[in-house]
């Protein structure tokens, strides 16, 4: 990659580059003037109470771009969409005609993204209505009749599609993925507000850990750039037969990247961990003496500052980065398409050894990168604990992101200077 500080000034230099900047500082003005919308009937105040107080909520609030704590128009964010995309994605690898369809190129690419259009329709109305039903049992929103409440639900759920409007012509029009960019502008958002009151709150005494705080949230950030570049590129060749029966080849690589699931193995290991503590907060005050105390006894045993949380957070993302790696990536599929057209891995034979070859290969590098995955899971937490830290939050999934929608953008805007670089010599 060019240096930063060159790519940084072609973004000035270049008016293509510069004009699809400003429209993606357009795009994120108007996602954040949206995201502090807040739709009538709810108690603010109570309202940061509970975010305060359920982390599933807060996980939530993350992938709505910050939005959700507010009661925005734009509560939901793009959660609907994502979790559209992912049980697609699922289901691609259990149905042989989406798995078909996802190997037409773009037109299978376009096919399946109208499909999760379409199931994130009903999928943000559900939401919708259970982000209500959860904010009225806590008294932060008032109870509703039918039309009124439905008016709500297609409320949230057309803000929800409002900003994966935004998103697209963010994508077609702007630098970088524009739903990546929305939820990275979200995420980010937040932090200048938890740094001012950590700064603030901050005494002599504490600075010490402060500075360790901060350097090891540093050190994080570092190690997930270097992962989420790392990858294992095996040497592919082709056999092309020439004229006169010679035989000649070229060659190429397949590369196999250190985290091949991304952020995705985090927000399911969230989402699960996390729902038996929400649920048991609605059983502590029962009559019934035994469900009090079974509900008091898991809110004690998940305590996110604990060690059977820790330690089972730690595991379900590992867990998790192998399931994902194991349904995205097919082996059997990469070793048949390098068949078909001619190509193999030298010293390898094709077909199943070709597989067995791939499964070890890829076995070993997700074992490293779930254990990393892992630790950015978990060592926010760690840190906050072990520094007393606790007003400023670096969780793992915002850090991938962040990360990735950095690398990903400086990739397109340095792809959009080589591609004016080939131009001008044309």
Same mark, same amino acid.
């Given at each position: 990659?060019?240096?930063?500080?060159?790519?940084?000034?072609?973004?000035?230099?270049?008016?293509?580059?510069?004009?699809?900047?400003?429209?993606?500082?357009?795009?994120?003005?108007?996602?954040?003037?949206?995201?502090?919308?807040?739709?009538?009937?709810?108690?603010?105040?109570?309202?940061?109470?509970?975010?305060?107080?359920?982390?599933?909520?807060?996980?939530?609030?993350?992938?709505?771009?910050?939005?959700?704590?507010?009661?925005?128009?734009?509560?939901?964010?793009?959660?609907?969409?994502?979790?559209?995309?992912?049980?697609?994605?699922?289901?691609?690898?259990?149905?042989?005609?989406?798995?078909?369809?996802?190997?037409?190129?773009?037109?299978?690419?376009?096919?399946?993204?109208?499909?999760?259009?379409?199931?994130?329709?009903?999928?943000?109305?559900?939401?919708?209505?259970?982000?209500?039903?959860? +904010? #009225?049992?806590?008294?932060?929103? =008032?109870?509703? &009749?039918?039309?009124? !409440?439905? %008016? /709500?639900?297609?409320?949230? *759920?057309?803000?929800?599609?409002?900003?994966?409007?935004?998103?697209?012509?963010?994508?077609?029009?702007?630098?970088?993925?524009?739903?990546?960019?929305?939820?990275?502008?979200?995420?980010?958002?937040?932090?200048? +507000? #938890?740094?001012?009151?950590?700064? =603030?709150?901050? &005494?002599?005494?504490? !600075?010490? %850990? /402060?500075?360790?705080?901060? *350097?090891?949230?540093?050190?994080?950030?570092?190690?997930?750039?270097?992962?989420?570049?790392?990858?294992?590129?095996?040497?592919?060749?082709?056999?092309?037969?020439?004229?006169?029966?010679?035989?000649?080849?070229?060659? #190429?690589?397949?590369?196999?990247?250190?985290?091949?699931?991304?952020?995705?193995?985090?927000?399911?290991?969230?989402?699960?961990?996390?729902?038996?503590?929400?649920?048991?907060?609605?059983?502590?005050?029962?009559?019934?003496?035994?469900?009090?105390?079974?509900?008091?006894?898991?809110?004690?045993?998940?305590?996110?500052?604990?060690?059977?949380?820790?330690?089972?957070?730690?595991?379900?993302?590992?867990?998790?980065?192998?399931?994902?790696?194991?349904?995205?990536?097919?082996?059997?599929?990469?070793?048949?398409?390098?068949?078909?057209?001619?190509?193999?891995?030298?010293?390898?034979?094709?077909?199943?050894?070709?597989?067995?070859?791939?499964?070890?290969?890829?076995?070993?590098?997700?074992?490293?990168?779930?254990?990393?995955?892992?630790?950015?899971?978990?060592?926010?937490?760690?840190?906050?604990?072990?520094?007393?830290?606790?007003?400023?939050?670096?969780?793992?999934?915002?850090?991938?992101?962040?990360?990735?929608?950095?690398?990903?953008?400086?990739?397109?805007?340095?792809?959009?200077?080589?591609?004016?670089?080939?131009?001008?010599?044309?």
């Amino acid at each position: 990659m060019k240096n930063l500080k060159s790519v940084l000034k072609s973004i000035f230099r270049e008016k293509d580059i510069r004009r699809r900047v400003f429209f993606a500082i357009g795009v994120i003005t108007i996602f954040r003037f949206l995201a502090h919308l807040p739709l009538p009937g709810v108690d603010a105040a109570a309202l940061k109470r509970l975010f305060a107080s359920n982390a599933l909520l807060g996980l939530l609030n993350v992938f709505s771009g910050g939005g959700m704590e507010n009661f925005s128009v734009v509560s939901l964010g793009l959660n609907p969409y994502i979790n559209a995309s992912i049980v697609l994605q699922v289901l691609t690898f259990g149905f042989p005609r989406l798995k078909e369809l996802s190997q037409e190129g773009e037109y299978g690419r376009t096919r399946i993204n109208q499909y999760t259009r379409l199931l994130a329709v009903p999928l943000a109305l559900f939401q919708g209505y259970g982000l209500y039903f959860l +904010l #009225s049992k806590q008294g932060v929103v =008032a109870t509703l &009749s039918f039309l009124p !409440l439905i %008016g /709500l639900v297609m409320s949230l *759920a057309a803000g929800s599609f409002l900003l994966l409007w935004l998103g697209e012509l963010l994508t077609e029009r702007g630098i970088g993925n524009g739903i990546s960019v929305l939820i990275f502008a979200g995420i980010v958002a937040g932090y200048p +507000l #938890s740094l001012g009151r950590t700064l =603030a709150v901050s &005494s002599t005494e504490k !600075l010490g %850990g /402060l500075i360790l705080f901060f *350097a090891m949230a540093v050190a994080l950030v570092a190690g997930v750039v270097v992962v989420n570049e790392a990858a294992r590129k095996i040497r592919i060749e082709y056999a092309l037969r020439g004229g006169g029966g010679r035989s000649y080849g070229r060659q #190429s690589h397949l590369p196999l990247r250190l985290n091949q699931a991304g952020v995705v193995p985090i927000f399911f290991a969230t989402s699960l961990i996390l729902l038996p503590p929400t649920f048991a907060r609605y059983f502590v005050d029962l009559a019934n003496p035994l469900v009090s105390r079974l509900a008091s006894g898991i809110l004690a045993l998940f305590n996110t500052q604990g060690a059977f949380y820790t330690g089972l957070y730690f595991l379900m993302v590992v867990l998790f980065s192998f399931f994902y790696t194991a349904v995205m990536f097919n082996t059997e599929d990469i070793a048949e398409n390098l068949q078909k057209r001619g190509a193999f891995i030298p010293g390898v034979r094709p077909g199943k050894a070709t597989v067995a070859y791939l499964n070890r290969v890829l076995t070993r590098i997700t074992f490293s990168g779930a254990i990393f995955l892992g630790l950015v899971a978990v060592l926010p937490s760690l840190a906050s604990g072990a520094t007393g830290v606790t007003t400023f939050t670096l969780g793992g999934a915002g850090i991938l992101i962040i990360v990735s929608v950095i690398l990903e953008t400086l990739r397109q805007i340095e792809a959009h200077l080589v591609t004016r670089d080939y131009e001008g010599y044309l």
